[in-house]
């Protein structure tokens, strides 16, 4: 398709941090170290609580923001490793395929974790630039703590090329401020046409690292100097969208894959106070700080407490872009609406937890949970590492069978499943559903799914 | 002391909501219903996430708010009964009395349950006018799901007479919008001086009831419809300042006494994800919403994380408007640099877990809390209550000793008590100067504390 002017379109600037806890901003109740960047774009935008991440680790949680689809539909599990071969199909449509074939340049500064194979690079998926990090930098031979020697070496990729290889941790504290200059840049040079800008920051994943301007800044040791970090970084690209009076018409979005990854302690981050964290199906692996400034479309210092994922944006995308969707099946859902304040909108009634290959292991309706029996991991009985060195990987326990209403029990705690029988009813059906659509491992009725690349169709 | 007048000082409306969890507002994650008024106060004003209530239970955290001490410094322990014969001691001076003295008029609208007999009335503690309940609602001898016959009826007080009997649930269904009739009025008489207008409203204490306007009108059931009603009555309230031109140069105070009931299920409110509610000293028991609203002085839109009680409100007030501090020892620290907007400062450092008798469950220093091995009561594990009907009453457990790091994990799932011997040290230390000064019945330490009534002295 010819890509076709449209001058008038907002600019998008996306970002997407890594391990981002749902507490690690100050206006969600963060301590000893302060992120006015980022708290202002919910000052001068929407904040939203209930924002889920399909799916509570890396790779999984970008597929799906970039195709709208759950990432098993995708069949995209778990976080990529680098010499897996495996990556996004290709043939899947991202967000910045869609804005591209509508005009739109498109850049990525940050981590991609989609396949590292050239194949699955972000040039082949509607990227008209990259620079950035192929996967997480702890995938890296010279990880401190632990036994990396499966890892190769970890390079900056420039478009398609290697250009430079990361040795120590002033690389790697280096990350934050390289992928802002490469966005300020992409601004600057793309100011004149409408543009995508994709930020997927690689921090605060471990390993932590800081550069010099802010190590040893904050009161919250390290974890914090990387949060001032990032969130100067934020500032920086907002200036920038500023001073070339583009700020007005710009969607910036600011969320993250997954809940804060709890065995390193001190640098992790927190859920606040919801249970768990990244790697689980409970409100602290998926439920993710989330705000979308449009000055003048957008309510400025709106709350809204409406269930969303992040597989909603790209429809929501295409619909204020005027780009078309992907011809295949999403499951996002547009939430144009809601976004401009209209919050008598229900766009999201449900929300499907699947995890690992394709376990189902909870399905949410409005403010009701219902988990199913599943080996899962949990972070709770074991002491969290410290300083850079992890606790022992969580081990799997037996998740009961439990119904939690998050209206009154956001920390699903309380189970309420024999009170409520028409509810579970209701819920087993949306269970049902998905399970028809999309397999159930759990329920040894993989259908068609399972495979590692490539899409589950019916 | 000869009232002298004060006409430029500010007007205060004390706002103070029963068993209001911390999430039960939509900009803390409530579902199922609305607080846009509530909301209001935090965009135009500060909203703090590390406010702590004194203590997580009714009486107790109301006197610790009036008098500025924690609660067992002026022997006021739990909740009091009607029948009792105990209050708060009549020369303890509280917020009323301080601001009466400098020129303000007074008035509390809502519940008192500082003592309910006429020794105890608020208008021997500095108040002009009362017009409210004595004390906690469910102690009446109509409440639908408990044996209570034990309680005498429950009366509507105006000053020191009762003067009409609450004898049906359209009757408590109408406390919410007497009181806010009489605030109104308040308002509307003494707009010509400064005053000083309390009100703790009853709801959303159970029994639940909201009045017709309101009854069946959320998704949240008669929880939600009580909030909806707690929200206008907030709105209308805001409505008569802006009206009469006063609302610029009042502070608005909101916060609670104490987390939610939690054993009363979908008739209590919501922790937000902290741990446990009312009647612990977790999280969830003691950490309340909490905004400040002054515009010109008190930043919009503003939210810290700075650690504060509700004991630090009458020095803060005491401060701002040039009133005295009471003569005897008090515990709150002033926090106006902080709330004017200085986030640098942090008036307070550390905070004591007092529940019980006189029993020190916990300390904390900025992000540490050190849980001190103690029998307390738990809502996990036991079914909770449902339209109405309490569960069962949580059992005492043996909790143990444990370090929590509230950085990274606000929820207290994570003892790091093994990691951290210099910050076990520190907070020993905090106990220890508490212990000398207040008692601790852990420690078979009582001091001269441990009176039902009157005030603890070296």
New interface residues.
């Given amino acids: 398709m010819a890509p076709k002017p449209a001058a008038k379109t907002p600019n998008i600037v996306l970002f997407f941090i890594d391990d981002l806890?749902y507490?690690d901003l100050?206006?969600?109740?963060?301590?000893?170290y302060?992120t006015p960047h980022i708290?202002k774009l919910a000052?001068e935008g929407t904040r939203f609580?209930?924002f889920m991440a399909a799916q509570a680790v890396c790779s999984a949680s970008r597929a799906a923001l970039l195709t709208g689809c759950y990432p098993n539909r995708v069949g995209v599990y778990g976080a990529f490793g680098p010499k897996q071969g495996l990556g996004l199909h290709p043939q899947e449509e991202t967000i910045a395929e869609l804005l591209k074939a509508n005009g739109y340049a498109t850049g990525i500064f940050g981590k991609w974790h989609l396949g590292s194979d050239s194949i699955f690079l972000p040039k082949q998926q509607g990227f008209d630039e990259y620079y950035g990090v192929p996967y997480s930098h702890d995938m890296w031979p010279l990880h401190p703590w632990q036994q990396q020697a499966q890892y190769p070496p970890l390079f900056w990729i420039e478009g398609n090329k290697q250009v430079k290889e990361i040795k120590d941790l002033n690389d790697a504290g280096a990350l934050t401020p390289t992928i802002t200059e490469k966005a300020v840049s992409f601004i600057k040079r793309n100011k004149k046409k409408p543009f995508f800008l994709y930020v997927p920051h690689p921090m605060p994943h471990v390993p932590l690292a800081a550069s010099a301007n802010f190590k040893g800044k904050s009161?919250?040791g390290i974890?914090g100097d990387v949060l001032t970090e990032l969130d100067w970084s934020v500032g920086q690209i907002m200036k920038e969208l500023k001073d070339q009076g583009l700020d007005d018409n710009t969607i910036v979005i600011f969320t993250s894959d997954n809940g804060?990854w709890?065995n390193y302690?001190?640098h992790?981050?927190?859920?606040?106070?919801?249970?768990e964290g990244k790697g689980t199906s409970y409100?602290?692996g998926q439920r993710v700080a989330a705000m979308i400034r449009w000055p003048g479309v957008v309510p400025a210092?709106r709350?809204s407490?409406r269930l969303l994922s992040n597989i909603d944006i790209l429809p929501t995308l295409v619909k204020l872009t005027g780009a078309k969707l992907p011809e295949k099946k999403i499951d996002g859902i547009e939430f144009v609406d809601l976004l401009k304040g209209d919050?008598t909108k229900k766009p999201r009634e449900n929300f499907l937890y699947y995890y690992r290959k394709n376990n189902l292991e909870a399905v949410r309706k409005?403010?009701w949970k219902l988990v199913f029996a599943h080996p899962g991991r949990t972070?709770?009985g074991s002491?969290?590492g410290?300083d850079g060195q992890p606790g022992p990987a969580p081990e799997d326990h037996a998740i009961p069978l439990a119904l939690y209403?998050?209206?009154?029990?956001?920390?699903e705690?309380?189970?309420?499943y024999?009170?409520n029988p028409e509810i579970v009813a209701e819920l087993e059906k949306i269970a049902e559903a998905a399970r028809e659509d999309l397999g159930d491992d759990l329920q040894k009725r993989p259908g068609k799914n399972g495979r590692p690349l490539g899409r589950v169709e019916k």
Same sequence: chains 1, 2.
């Fill in positions: 806890g507490g100050t206006v969600t109740g963060a301590l000893g302060k708290d000052a609580t209930n009161e919250r974890f804060p709890l302690g001190n992790a981050g927190s859920s606040g106070g919801f249970r409100e602290g210092g709350v407490n919050d409005d403010n972070y709770e002491l969290p410290k209403d998050l209206t009154r029990d956001p920390g705690r309380y189970d309420v024999s009170q």
